[in-house]
């Protein structure tokens, strides 16, 4: 065998005898912990987000090789689908102007949130989940679930979202559904000073960020679980939004922050703008 390969015997049995090498031990640990990182973003995590982790951890590594570790181990991240529109827009009702003109960007926190409907299928029927997202972070700020499409489904989302945040001329974009253009809710968001704004009819990337995050729910929760009943499905959207989505997961629109980790990156930049305070001079 050493002779058709031409390699030496001493040489083989050296090969058979040398320790694994010094990147090969490094990939081994590597691996293990982007296995941990897989798993604790319940499996949905690609090669990116896997790197941006590392990175934030303070370990120096390139994203192709977290692909190759990630394609050795078997590990891969989660693709999202297209899926069916929920708006209902109810005829004769004047929808509010379009204070965004897809243009959803802010500078900081409580200047713009998008909202939305979406449902969660289970075995007993469709679980609707109402959510209100401030733009600035990608944060869920608002949510509320519920077996019905009523106005008051949206009006509870806002509720939480006015009672987390205070708003003071918040912009509340949503599509033209006919639960945003309720005159409950018209007058819940002149209660809460906030401002309604819609987008135009049958366009999604009018309402493109609060769409990405149904996207990303779908993809990473509602495509991996099956729910036998609606308090399943609730217990798992919660968990989803508060223990994972919230605090942990990364967004490379932020740089590969957490929603909540770039609102506190925030606050700090902002607490070190302050003038600082000076001593009363005496009298």
């Not at 997202?133 to 806002?158: K, Q, Y």
């Not at 308090?231 to 798992?236: D, K, N, Q, V, Y």
């Amino acid at each position: 065998m050493c002779r058709v390969l031409g390699v030496s015997r001493s040489g083989y049995y050296a090969w058979r005898s040398r320790p694994p090498s010094k990147r090969a031990r490094e990939d081994v640990i590597l691996t293990k912990r982007i296995k941990e990182i897989h798993d604790r973003s319940r499996g949905t995590y690609g090669a990116c987000r896997i790197h941006a982790e590392l990175r934030a951890e303070g370990t120096r590594i390139g994203k192709k090789r977290v692909a190759r570790l990630m394609k050795a181990a078997g590990l891969k991240g989660v693709s999202r689908r297209k899926r069916p529109s929920t708006t209902v827009r109810r005829a004769g009702v004047r929808p509010a102007p379009d204070l965004v003109d897809r243009d959803f960007t802010a500078s900081g926190p409580d200047e713009l949130w998008v909202a939305d409907i979406t449902y969660v299928p289970t075995d007993s029927g469709y679980l609707y989940l109402s959510v209100v997202l401030d733009a600035f972070s990608r944060r869920i700020v608002g949510w509320a679930m519920a077996s019905h499409l009523r106005t008051e489904l949206v009006v509870e989302a806002l509720d939480m979202a006015a009672q987390q945040r205070s708003p003071e001329e918040t912009i509340h974009h949503s599509d033209q559904g006919s639960q945003y253009a309720a005159i409950a809710f018209g007058k819940r968001c002149k209660d809460e000073g906030v401002r309604p704004s819609m987008g135009s009819v049958g366009d999604c990337f009018d309402n493109a960020m609060a769409e990405s995050f149904f996207a990303t729910l779908e993809c990473e929760l509602i495509e991996q679980e099956s729910f036998s009943n609606r308090s399943e499905a609730r217990l798992m959207v919660f968990d989803y939004i508060e223990g994972f989505y919230n605090p942990h997961r990364r967004h490379s629109a932020i740089d590969y922050h957490s929603p909540t980790g770039y609102e506190k990156i925030h606050d700090s930049q902002e607490q070190t703008l302050l003038p600082e305070r000076r001593p009363l001079a005496a009298v």
